[in-house]
């Protein structure tokens, strides 16, 4: 019960958060949703008690979907804990658990390997396009036969069809990095 009621709550905040981000009154979404003021209102504040269909009615006037609204919050665990990759000079944390939006994985590195002589076997190719940011430190990009010096505060985005790794200059560097499907696998192994 105690759960149900956890829940309940969340809901109803969820329910308010969504609406006020969105700067809307409750005439406003009580209008999309197609239901009145005062009902809203006491979904909100918990005087009344949630039924399936105004909740779904709701959801969709939000943009959401019912699942996303009503989703048992689950923070057991909310420290991200990074995974290193000895053998590629790489630390990753993956910031989103799964999939995020069409199916991009964001994460930060610390990249340790030092740019030098790269060989064709470190450059890697896969379907897609990478994205990342510098954090921290510089990054040294090889990209086909270009070598790119991308500097903190810089981004870069490019295909990867291009043959590509990464190698910090002098010293560790941290960047944010998203990667579609392909990326994921080919990046980060999984």
């Given at each position: 019960m105690e759960q149900e009621s956890t829940l309940d709550a969340t809901v109803r905040v969820r329910i308010r958060s969504l609406r006020k981000a969105r700067g809307w009154s409750l005439d406003n979404l009580a209008e999309r949703a197609g239901i009145s003021p005062?009902?809203?209102s006491r979904i909100e504040t918990g005087h009344r008690r949630l039924s399936l269909d105004q909740l779904t009615a709701i959801a969709e006037a939000l943009g959401k979907s019912l699942d996303e609204l009503v989703e048992s919050p689950d923070d057991?665990?909310?420290v991200?804990?990074?995974?290193r990759d000895e053998r590629r000079g790489l630390t990753t944390w993956l910031l989103n658990e799964d999939d995020g939006p069409n199916g991009l994985t964001v994460g930060k590195m610390r990249i340790t390997d030092q740019a030098g002589?790269?060989?064709p076997d470190d450059l890697g190719v896969h379907p897609g396009r990478d994205w990342f940011t510098v954090l921290?430190?510089?990054v040294v990009l090889y990209l086909g036969e270009r070598v790119i010096r991308v500097e903190a505060g810089q981004a870069a985005s490019f295909s990867t069809m291009t043959p590509h790794t990464l190698r910090s200059d002098r010293g560790p560097a941290e960047i944010?990095?998203?990667l579609d499907h392909n990326g994921?696998?080919?990046h980060l192994g999984t």
């Open positions: 005062s009902q809203l057991s665990d909310v991200i804990r990074p995974e002589d790269v060989s921290s430190g510089t944010l990095i998203i994921k696998s080919s």
